[in-house]
Nanobody, 124 residues
């Protein structure tokens, strides 16, 4: 079992930045890959970023690759998503998730635990 709690969302102007956090329960956090996904109104949930168990390998959606950075702090059982140069199209509910594997993945079905999400709204 895993519990994930996202935080850090909010309302920002285009071009601004936000840092999302995802706190995970359990003492084996460091063994697993983590990911961020998002879901905009009327859209299906989509992959944003993932990070492997060591934090030395990452994946990003093309739409965020040069603007977002995923990182992890295993001592704090927390994964982060630093979002810079935000655009209105980034507006969505952002979810973090845990994968029961070491490698990063962009496949939603490979993640077994999900948080409740945090709202990010970017105004134009």
């Amino acid at each position: 079992q895993v519990q994930l709690v996202e935080s850090g969302g909010g309302l920002v102007q285009a071009g601004g930045s936000l840092r999302l956090s995802c706190a995970a329960s359990g003492r084996t956090f460091s063994n697993y890959a983590m990911g961020w996904f998002r879901q905009a109104p009327g859209k299906e949930r989509e992959f944003v970023a993932s990070i492997n168990w060591l934090g030395d390998s990452t994946q990003y959606a093309d739409s965020v690759k040069d603007r977002f950075t995923i990182s992890r702090d295993d001592a704090k059982n927390t994964v982060y998503l630093q979002m810079n140069s935000l655009k209105p199209e980034d507006t969505a509910v952002y979810y973090c998730a845990r994968r029961l594997r070491a490698a990063a993945s962009n496949r939603m079905t490979e993640y077994d635990g999900w948080g409740q999400g945090t709202q990010v709204t970017v105004s134009s």
